[in-house]
Every structure is written in C-alpha cells, then in structure tokens.
Nanobody
Framework: QVQLVESGGGLVQAGGSLRLSCAVS????????MAWFRQAPGKERETVAT????????YYVDSVKGRFTISRDNAKNTVYLQMNSLKPEDTAVYYC??????????????????WGQGTQVTVSS
C-alpha cells in the first residue's frame, strides 16, 4: 500500500527551471530506490534519473546530465527532480516510481513496483 503523488509540473520557456516533487506514503520510503521517468506523445518511456535508497548513488540519461538533479529527503518521504536549462525536447509527462528490490540503480521501468499519476512538463521554444 504505497502511494506516490507528484507535483511541480507546468509550462516554462526554454532555459527555465522546474522542481518536481514526489511525496511517498507509507513507512518504508528509506527501503525504496526511486526514479523519474518521462514519456512524450508517440515516444517510448524513458528513464530520466534514478537514486539509490541512501541517496548516495544516482544515474542520469545522457541528455539531461548537467541540467537535472535527482535527490531525496528520507525524513520527508520525498524525492525531487530539479530541472534547469530546460529544452523543448524535455516536454513530456514525468512519472515518479519506486522499487523495493536490491538493485542499486535499476533503470528498467518493468522493475518498478509503484508509480505516481504523472505530471506534465511543457517547455516552449
């Protein structure tokens, strides 16, 4: 019984910034590795970033390296995605996901157990 609620999406101009938040219910947040995925219309779901249980290890897809930062606050049961220097190609629905397995930085969406409802990010030219 784990629920994820995302917030922070919106419409921004190219070069702008957004900070997505994902609040996780339950008492086992520190046992879950977390990830952000995104999906644009007509495109496959893409792994954007992952973070280990402790927050010490992270992964980013090449296209967002240097621009996006994933972080977590285990005391607040929340994971964040800070997005800077946004580009129109970043436009997508962004999903937060959680998994309880032992993998350090699992990237495959099939391996994630719980999902948020998604939040729309639109970057205008």
């Amino acid at each position: 019984q784990v629920q994820l609620v995302e917030s922070g999406g919106g419409l921004v101009q190219a070069g702008g910034s957004l900070r997505l938040s994902c609040a996780v219910s339950g008492r086992s947040f520190n046992l879950y590795a977390m990830a952000w995925f995104r999906q644009a219309p007509g495109k496959e779901r893409e792994t954007v970033a992952t973070i280990s249980r402790s927050g010490a290890n992270t992964y980013y897809v090449d296209s967002v390296k240097g621009r996006f930062t994933i972080s977590r606050d285990n005391a607040k049961n929340t994971v964040y995605l800070q997005m800077n220097s946004l580009k129109p190609e970043d436009t997508a629905v962004y999903y937060c996901a959680a998994r309880g397995g032992v993998g350090l930085l699992v990237r495959a969406y099939e391996q994630y157990d719980y999902w948020g409802q998604g939040t729309q990010v639109t970057v205008s030219s």
